[in-house]
T-cell receptor
Framework: NAGVTQTPKFQVLKTGQSMTLQCAQD?????MYWYRQDPGMGLRLIYY???????DKGEVPNGYNVSRLNKREFSLRLESAAPSQTSVYFC??????????FGPGTRLTVT | QKEVEQNSGPLSVPEGAIASLNCTYS??????FFWYRQYSGKSPELIMS????GDKEDGRFTAQLNKASQYVSLLIRDSQPSDSATYLC??????????FGSGTRLLVRP
């Protein structure tokens, strides 16, 4: 079991470029989440998907879009990257919306 | 604005001591509480969950919950240098979303 996997591990973008962060889980979990973590700010929820086919906004959704491709995969897209989106991005999944398990993270720098 | 507050630390304890990490939350209706451990440069790892008032023990870890005081704590007995990490408190809101504190950094001195 790989658990939750994320690609890429590191990425550098120029302002205005777009990219998609990929997340997959092999635990047959229903719920999946995208968070960002900034120094001193803790983890903040960007978007989540309670089940296949549904997505909802979290605390900080502006500048992001998501796709729940199937039960395993949940991607996060930055259409036009901004320096304020420099952060570490974590994907998580949960069987029952309670205990969440995190992927290894993507470190994104926008210059 | 729902808030989860933690002292950022660092909390420094000698090896073998008890480390006590504290967390307060603002949303009175919260029912589910979690502690995550995060090593530097790594992802958060779930170590404890607690849903009822009182204590819950798992090995060297004890989570304590007091809903009346809106207070959650994590005790680590016989602290080891390998316990040095940032500990994140998370509280589930009424929409089943986790609200995280900014974490307390724990340093265990050999």
């Amino acid at each position: 079991n790989a658990g939750v996997t994320q690609t890429p591990k590191f990425q550098v973008l120029k302002t205005g470029q777009s990219m998609t962060l990929q997340c997959a889980q092999d635990m047959n979990h229903n719920s999946m989440y995208w968070y960002r973590q900034d120094p001193g700010m803790g983890l903040r929820l960007i978007y989540y998907s309670a089940s296949e086919g549904t997505t909802d906004k979290g605390e900080v959704p502006n500048g992001y879009n998501v796709s729940r491709l199937n039960k395993r995969e949940f991607s996060l897209r930055l259409e036009s990257a901004a320096p304020s989106q420099t952060s570490v991005y974590f994907c998580a999944s949960s069987e029952n919306e309670y205990e969440q398990y995190f992927g290894p993270g993507t470190r994104l720098t926008v210059t | 604005q729902k808030e989860v507050e933690q002292n950022s630390g660092p909390l420094s304890v000698p090896e073998g001591a008890i480390a006590s990490l504290n967390c307060t939350y603002s949303d009175r209706v919260s029912q589910s509480f979690f502690w995550y451990r995060q090593y530097s440069g790594k992802s958060p790892e779930l170590i404890m969950s607690i849903y009822s008032n009182g204590d819950k023990e798992d090995g060297r870890f004890t989570a304590q919950l007091n809903k009346a005081s809106q207070y959650v704590s994590l005790l680590i007995r016989d602290s080891q240098p390998s316990d040095s990490a940032t500990y994140l408190c998370a509280v589930m809101d009424s929409s089943y979303k986790l609200i995280f504190g900014s974490g307390t950094r724990l340093l265990v001195r050999p």
